[in-house]
């Protein structure tokens, strides 16, 4: 009797303590469920990144390459937008940050006074692929456009014969860019000297995606005395190439673009680009948060960061994409 | 004490309860950690509405200080203000967590407006018109950008929370559903633990029920009954099985001495048996010594001899020596007439007077009506002349007597042989008259005095006296045997 009576006693009491580990389990897994599970670890330094909200590969590199640098650096890092309506910038002084990355897409004039507020309250500041002018020391992090310029000028040198007329668009969507595009034409003359017909033609796209392939056509066909157009943006690359291929130009006119989309890099290696423009922005943000680091540990630091420019041309596409792939 | 009945239906009682009131508990507590997890989550939402609404009911006081200098106003942005610090934590740390980094910025932000709003008291009542009215104007932007920025990060917490609210749910359901088996197997094993429990006081009650009911029957035999129960009912089992082991000890104990005594009883009827029987056949031997059938038949061949011989003497000796020997060889009878008896003496008498003429007198005085009315037992008084002509003469060198006589005194018969010979020894009459036990050896001669005395014991065994014997050195030897006539002789097995 004893023996068919423990059985179904040692079951349920096994069934009991089963469902009691059971629940507790259940609990810790709510409330893991409903804690903060994105509660970070402590950092030394609260740094902030001000990119404009434009959702470009450009800008989500160098926030990439912030972030990796904050991780390696054990920094925190917070992300605001910056540009026409939002306050983030103008209010970044009250908001305890140890330093800020400024990618100054708004006025210069208002981007001192900011800069200034920040600098009162003891926040370092970098700016990203812009230059205010040089009576504040700002660090600088990003490219030389004069560089891009220059290279952009020898990649057409191997490209087209003479003469040459060359066609610049710059873009909204790459305000750093436009901001010195000066430089950016006196690079290219110094590559090319003489063998321009006329010096070259800027052109502008909107903040509109699509803006740029209004523009192409218009070149295209109101300005057929034009050889090379370059592109200083990703997307009016991509919007611009597709007119090209549909106005059956590709080899005709040549093309030349700008940033390492998959796209990009595969119309290049189809020859349908001459080559293209790869301005590191995975890089401008990792120096950024490096050079802010330093500022804050430091108390001082290397006031210019070039990152560099790249040209990517048929032949280069494939060992690129193995840099890229191993980084 | 622990394993007493009392302690034990205690501590199982209490254990079931405890296991229910356990479960029940736990249900509870994970009811109220339930509502608090979700009280949690929406705690800081809570958090931040009530912030954000210090943040807007600070403006009014801000603006109604700053144009009117109202002390009513001032102390109401001073608490306000208070209010409002009071709700910044002391401790704001850095982490790599973006919503945390909100917060940390939206504390940071509220800490700065905090010092403007004291800012622009400081320069209202310095009548620093131009810099309070610029604080305000930050200020102002300040509030606007920090309800802002609330809003952003509450609606970012609710989102979050919307975003496992499923999850929530899921696990909630999940809990109550493993709460509610938890309290049912629970329920069970608290159930199943005491229904065990009684079993385990009851069954050893039911066993002694049956192991009753089986003595009460007879049998001992049933196997003990081992419980390792309660103590107290441990020790009626103990003294149960004590008691139905004690029984059949007994019983077993009370068999066997009745199987001694029945085999003592056997034993002692066979050695009674065994005893006759030797009786028996010690009288048939002592008999059988007298059985030369062979002399008996020869010596009748003589007497028929002698008187073809006409030698009549020879005839007449001859004829006594075959009477002497019927009488003491084809008598088979134990008991015989005193006649028969007296004529084989008559006979030996007239043999001891042909042999020995001159120096023996043998005198025979018997009545003749006690020869057929009185029977005595065969062979008891010619062994003791015999007795007296072998010993009571010995060195004597004159003529001996040996007279026997019967005579009657009452109910008694009295049988004399008396000689005049040397006498026997006081020691010697003491042996001779000592009973024999029958398993007790004893140096018997054959048809002699100790032959005939141990014979009239055993015959009459009442009566000590049935041989008495008178002698004394030089004065002859009496020997008297006194017979009950109305004394059945033992001679029946």
Avoid at chain 1, 59 to 84: D, I, K, M
Avoid at chain 2, 71 to 98: F, G, H, N, W, Y
Avoid at chain 2, 342 to 371: A, H, M, N, Q, W
Wanted: proline share 4%; net charge negative; glycine share 6%.
């Amino acid at each position: 009797m004893n023996r068919f009576a423990r059985l179904p006693m040692a079951l349920f009491g096994f069934l009991f303590l089963t469902f009691f580990v059971l629940s507790l389990h259940t609990i810790v897994d709510l409330a893991r469920i409903t804690s903060d599970e994105s509660a970070g670890e402590s950092a030394q330094y609260h740094f902030a990144l001000f990119l404009p909200e434009e959702s470009y590969s450009f800008f989500h590199q160098v926030a990439q390459g912030a972030r990796t640098a904050a991780t390696e650096y054990n920094c925190a890092l917070s992300f605001h937008p910056v540009g026409y309506g939002s306050p983030d910038l103008a209010m970044a002084h009250f908001s305890g940050i140890d330093g800020a990355v400024i990618y100054p897409s708004i006025e210069e004039q208002q981007v001192r006074t900011i800069l200034e507020q920040l600098s009162a309250n003891n926040i370092s500041v970098v700016l990203v692929e812009h230059t205010i002018s040089d009576d504040a020391p700002w660090p600088f992090v990003g490219t030389n456009n004069f560089d891009i310029g220059r290279k952009i000028g020898e990649l057409i040198a191997l490209q087209s014969s003479d003469p040459l007329q060359i066609a610049v668009v710059y873009s909204e969507k790459s305000p750093g860019i436009y901001a010195e595009k000066d430089l950016v034409g006196l690079g290219i003359t110094s590559a090319l000297g003489k063998r321009l017909e006329s010096p070259p033609i800027a052109k502008m796209t909107n903040l509109n995606p699509l803006d740029a392939e209004a523009l192409t056509y218009r070149m295209l066909r109101s300005e057929p005395g034009i050889t090379t157009i370059v592109f200083t943006d990703a997307r009016d690359t991509l919007a611009a190439t597709q007119v090209l291929i549909d106005m059956n130009l590709v080899g005709t006119v040549q093309l030349i673009g700008f940033g390492a989309e998959e796209t990009i890099l595969d119309y290049v290696e189809k020859g349908i680009l001459a080559g293209t423009v790869v301005t590191n922005p995975r890089s401008i943000g990792y120096h950024a948060i490096e050079v802010l680091f330093e500022l804050k540990r430091n108390g001082h630091s290397a006031g210019y960061v070039d990152t560099g420019v790249t040209i990517v041309t048929q032949s280069e596409v494939s060992a690129f994409r193995k840099v890229e792939e191993g980084k | 004490m622990k394993r007493s009945l009392r302690m034990q239906l205690f501590l199982n009682i209490i254990l079931g309860l405890v296991t229910i009131v356990f479960s029940m508990s736990y249900v509870f507590f994970s009811a109220m950690e339930l509502q608090e997890i979700v009280d949690t989550q929406f705690r800081k939402e809570q958090f931040y509405q009530k912030l954000q609404l210090e943040i807007s009911r600070i403006r009014t006081p801000i603006l109604s200080y700053l144009s009117s200098r109202s002390s009513k106003a001032l102390a109401e942005l001073l608490i306000r203000e208070q209010t409002l610090r009071q709700m910044i934590p002391k401790e704001i740390p850095v982490t790599t967590d973006a919503y945390q980094l909100a917060e940390r910025e939206i504390f940071f932000m509220l800490r700065n407006y905090l010092d403007l709003v004291e800012e622009s008291i400081a320069f209202k009542r310095g009548r620093s018109i131009g810099e309070y009215t610029r604080k305000y104007e930050e200020m102002k932007n300040l509030n606007a950008y920090l309800t802002t920025r609330i809003d952003t990060i509450s609606l970012s917490g609710i989102r979050k929370q919307l975003a496992v609210y499923e999850s929530v749910i899921d696990v909630s359901r999940e809990l109550q559903l493993r709460n509610l088996l938890m309290i049912v197997f629970s329920f069970l094993f608290s159930l199943t633990w005491m229904l065990f429990s009684i079993n385990k006081v009851t069954d050893p009650m039911h066993r002694l029920a049956q192991m009753a009911g089986e003595l009460s029957a007879g049998n001992f035999e049933i196997e003990d009954i081992h419980i390792s129960a309660v103590s107290e009912v441990e020790a009626v089992v103990e003294a149960f099985n004590d008691m139905k082991n004690d029984i059949r000890h007994n019983i077993a104990e009370i068999q066997r001495q009745k199987s001694i005594e029945q085999g003592y009883m056997n034993e002692k009827l066979r050695n009674l048996k065994m005893e006759q029987l030797l009786k028996r056949m010690e009288l048939y031997t002592m008999q059988a010594q007298m059985n030369p059938h062979f002399l008996f038949n020869t010596i009748n061949t003589g007497v028929q001899l002698a008187i073809v011989e006409d030698a009549e003497k020879t005839a007449e000796f001859m004829e006594h020596l075959a009477t002497f020997f019927r009488h003491n060889i084809r008598e088979r009878k134990l008991i015989v007439p005193l006649r028969h008896e007296i004529e084989g003496l008559r006979s030996y008498f007239y043999i001891l007077k042909i042999r020995f003429p001159k120096t023996l007198d043998c005198r025979l005085d018997v009545p003749e009506p006690l020869l057929d009315s009185c029977s005595v037992p065969a062979l008891i008084l010619q062994p003791l002349v015999e007795n007296s002509v072998i010993h009571a003469f010995k060195g004597v060198h004159r003529k001996g007597s040996i007279s026997v006589k019967v005579w009657k005194e009452g109910k008694m018969i009295m049988l004399s042989v008396r000689d005049d010979g040397i006498g026997i020894a006081k020691e010697m009459m003491d042996s001779l008259l000592k009973r024999y036990s029958w398993d007790q050896e004893h140096t018997s001669k054959v048809m002699g005095l100790e032959n005939v005395i141990q014979r009239l014991y055993f015959f009459y065994p009442d009566n000590p006296d049935i041989v008495t014997i008178q002698s004394g050195p030089d004065r002859g030897t009496e020997v008297v045997i006194s017979i009950d006539m109305e004394e059945e002789p033992c001679i029946k097995f």
